[in-house]
């Protein structure tokens, strides 16, 4: 069963670049057919699909995001990360990895989430 565990700082300020990793456990981020995503949930919001990185190390993002966003691997250590500059308050919420498979927007399985606070 795989295992998706988000880790970070709780707390970024306005301007700076915001840095998630998710590690996984229990399936390799290569495995042919694996999409691997970042979602963030904005307190009283829906979820937002951000991006995700295919196992083929392709990348895809949401076009109103993608100016600030970049997703990365380390294949060695089997994690993504997820990096969002120019953060503003706006950016507050949960944020979450997970996998799909098929489509980088599908997502079956998720991490437990992270809770980012954009604040001075």
């Known amino acids: 069963q795989v295992q998706l565990q988000e880790s970070g700082p709780g707390l970024v300020k306005p301007s700076q670049t915001l840095s998630l990793t998710c590690t996984v456990s229990g399936g390799s981020i290569t495995t042919n057919g694996y999409y691997w995503s970042w979602i963030r949930q904005p307190p009283g919001k829906g979820l937002e699909w951000m991006g995700a990185?295919?196992?083929?190390?392709?990348?895809y993002y949401n076009p109103s995001l993608k100016s600030r966003t970049s997703i990365s691997r380390d294949t060695s250590k089997n994690q993504f990360t997820l990096q969002l500059s120019s953060v503003t308050p706006e950016d507050t919420a949960v944020y979450y990895c997970a996998r799909g498979q098929g489509s980088p927007y599908e997502y079956a399985y998720w991490g437990q989430g992270t809770q980012v606070t954009v604040s001075s």
């Open positions: 990185i295919a196992y083929s190390g392709t990348t």
